[in-house]
Structure formats: C-alpha cells, structure tokens
C-alpha cells in the first residue's frame, strides 16, 4: 500500500507518492501530465462518454416458487407506492430523485422530473 504524503509547496493537497515513483517522475512532470489531461479536448472526450441512466420504480422480494408461477397478466406489488419520489441511478449509484411523469412531446412515454439531486455519501469520500 502506497504512503499518502503532503507536499509543503501545495499546503492542502495529498498525492500518492507511489505515482512519482514508478516512473522516477518528478512532481513537475507531473504537473505537465495534468495539463494536457485537463485539456479542453480531452475533457471534451470524457463530457461525450455515455452512461446508461435507470429508473427506479420499486422492488420486490418473493420465494422462487411463487416466481415460478407468475404468468402473463399477473401484478408484482412493489415497495414503492404512488406517489413516492423515484431513484435515478447511474453506474448503481443513486444520482437524484424525481417524479414520473409524461413526455409532453410523446404522450406515449414516460420520464422523470428531478425534485432532489443526491449528493454523494461520506463512505464515498474516505476512499
């Protein structure tokens, strides 16, 4: 496990020693590196990257045996009530909350009105 080092000319800021250490890198290199990864172009690359958003209208638990005899037209009650904000999840983590609504545009389709964005948890932060 690397050691976790504070650099007195960036009072505030902790890197990872073993990044300078692998490649015998000094920390102006370094430097240099996140330049260009900071790039306007490559940050327009990653702003491109798609990401498959799910909605979440409840859940449901129940013994293999009753799933084994669910068939065309049955009703899986789920946690959720109507009414209850849904989860909007990203990469399995839930992102914000929102109410189902129809497309205005497309009568024929659902969406989702954001009411809260979900901030991430402090279990994300100490990692």
């Given at each position: 496990m690397s050691e976790k080092i504070k650099t007195p000319q960036d009072?505030?800021?902790?890197?990872?020693e073993a990044l300078f250490a692998k490649s015998g890198?000094?920390?102006?290199?370094?430097?240099?590196?996140?330049?260009r990864i900071?790039?306007?172009k490559n940050l327009e690359s990653?702003?491109?990257?798609?990401?498959?958003i799910q909605v979440v209208l409840g859940?449901?638990?129940m013994p293999v045996a009753n799933l084994m005899k669910?068939?065309?037209?049955?009703?899986?009650?789920?946690?959720h009530r109507v009414g209850e904000p849904v989860d909007v999840?990203?990469?399995?983590?839930v992102i914000a909350r929102g109410e189902v609504v129809v497309v205005e545009d497309d009568n024929s389709r659902f969406g989702v009105s954001l009411?809260?964005?979900?901030?991430?948890?402090?279990?994300?932060?100490?990692?």
């Open positions: 009072e505030g800021t902790w890197h990872d890198s000094t920390a102006a290199d370094f430097d240099s590196r996140e330049e900071g790039s306007t990653i702003l491109r990257i798609q990401v498959l859940s449901a638990t669910l068939g065309r037209g049955a009703i899986i009650p789920l946690d999840v990203v990469n399995g983590r009411t809260e964005i979900v901030g991430p948890s402090s279990s994300e932060f100490s990692n």
